[in-house]
């Protein structure tokens, strides 16, 4: 209590007096202060600040053209996508196309090839048809001719016999 007392006095005695030059003083100060602080560190502050207000600025702005370019890219890129995929459509239609028509024309050469191996060999039948049959007409005329020499032997004299030989050579001469 002794403590609390003497302060309460002490504050009496002159500490809770009025003294206007010193609140003069420390509002001049103040102001001054205040002069100081905006013109050295509220200016150059604000400089900062507006800078890096136009720096953010910029980069959205960036950002924004990059995103834009970059959509405007991935159209183009889908446009490209859709135009690849429609050349490769075409050309494998096409490839299909060909290779029908290869296969067409490959079909008809082998028929074309098979009518003309027929032919020949109908032709070659024919050819050694005719040979057998010249051959048969060789070999039945030579046997005619054996036959009815032993007959006409027995009957012809050698004479006759020679000029029946040289009639039939020239018939079978003529027949050629």
Do not use: P, T
């Given at each position: 209590m002794l403590t609390s007392g003497y302060v309460?006095?002490?504050a009496?005695?002159?500490?809770?007096?009025?003294?206007?030059?010193?609140?003069?003083f420390?509002?001049?100060?103040?102001i001054i202060l205040l002069a100081l602080v905006k013109k050295f560190a509220w200016g150059p502050l604000m400089g900062i600040m507006k800078e890096r207000e136009q720096l953010i600025a910029n980069e959205i702005s960036a950002a924004e053209a990059s995103r834009a370019e970059a959509g405007k890219l991935l159209e183009e890129q889908r446009e490209l996508l859709k135009t690849s995929r429609t050349e490769a459509g075409q050309l494998i239609e096409?490839?299909?196309?060909?290779?029908?028509?290869q296969r067409e024309d490959i079909i008809s050469a082998a028929r074309a090839e098979a009518e003309r191996l027929k032919?020949?060999?109908?032709?070659?039948?024919?050819q050694e048809k005719e040979k057998a049959v010249a051959a048969l007409r060789d070999q039945v005329s030579s046997l005619s001719v054996l036959?009815?020499?032993?007959?006409i032997e027995?009957?012809?004299s050698e004479a006759d016999q020679e000029k029946l030989i040289n009639?039939?050579?020239q018939e079978a001469g003529e027949e050629r």
């Open positions: 309460l006095g002490a009496a005695e002159g500490g809770l007096h009025f003294n206007g030059g010193d609140i003069i420390q509002l001049v100060m103040f096409n490839a299909k196309k060909q290779g029908e028509a032919e020949s060999a109908k032709r070659e039948i024919v036959i009815a020499s032993k007959v027995k009957e012809l009639e039939y050579l």
